[in-house]
């Protein structure tokens, strides 16, 4: 490393290139790129041995710092009338189709207010679906015990009691069928091509703390010591230096 960093006159002026040829991006992109090709030769490896080393370094520091600020700046500017757009647009959908805390769009009230209207009537439809299915169970059980036992019993001498048998065998299988049938059957309204039905969905709900607490030290514990790491961050950030479990480390920064 050089004793001196010298100025860059290129990189606060923009030297060769006249600004009336350069882009607002234009002048940021060549400021940032002339300190990042500066910092490049000075920052050689070698470590810093004297203050007016340090001073210089850190004064390059400042220039770059700056240019982060400027090229900040400039992203919100460009980015300001693309960002109202954006929002302009965004507030007129939510009235219409918003999901969010604090919007939600007439389409959406009007599809939940439908769900509501048809929930009853499907929960209905799909007992009395189930119910069906059950009897054609029952019945279908049935004919096929019938069945069995009349071929169990049949005489292959006696060609009546053979048909019998058989025609018992064909109706097992017929009210098999049926069962199958009602058994695949759901609960739904339809109407331009689309239906409506019930799903089946499935949620916890905590009863017991202490086996919950236990089932995630054992089932998820890379995600819950993630948690409490972040947790004891958030607490040291708030000021707290003792934390059981941890151990609070004091360092410098920059």
């Not at 086996?211 to 998820?220: G, N, Q, S």
Request: charged share 30%; aromatic share 4%; proline share 3%.
């Amino acid at each position: 490393m050089m004793d001196t960093l010298a100025a860059n006159p290129r990189a606060v002026m923009g030297g060769n290139h006249p600004p009336v040829e350069m882009t607002p991006f234009d002048a940021v992109k060549i400021n940032i790129t002339d300190l990042y090709d500066e910092a490049r030769l000075w920052l050689d490896g070698t470590p810093v041995e004297t203050q007016e080393q340090a001073d210089a370094l850190n004064t390059l520091k400042a220039r770059i710092k700056d240019a982060i600020k400027a090229a900040e700046t400039q992203r919100v500017i460009e980015g300001a009338p693309h960002k109202q757009a954006i929002d302009e647009i965004q507030a007129r959908y939510n009235e219409l189709i918003g999901n969010n805390k604090s919007v939600t769009g007439i389409a959406l009230k009007a599809e939940e207010a439908c769900n509501k209207a048809l929930k009853p009537y499907l929960l209905e439809l799909d007992r009395q679906q189930q119910e069906a299915a059950r009897i054609a169970r029952e019945e279908a059980d049935r004919k096929q015990r019938e069945a069995m036992e009349a071929m169990r019993q049949r005489d292959a001498a006696n060609l009546a009691a053979t048909e019998e048998a058989e025609k018992l065998v064909q109706e097992a299988k017929k009210a098999e069928a049926a069962a199958a049938q009602a058994e695949k059957t759901r609960a739904h309204a339809k109407g331009d091509g689309r239906a409506t039905g019930l799903r089946t969905v499935h949620r916890a709900v905590m009863v017991d703390r202490q086996l919950a607490a236990k089932w995630v030290w054992l089932d998820r514990n890379e995600e819950l010591m993630t948690w409490i790491q972040d947790q004891a961050d958030k607490a040291v950030r708030g000021g707290v230096r003792s934390i059981a479990g941890f151990e609070v480390i004091e360092e410098k920064v920059i």
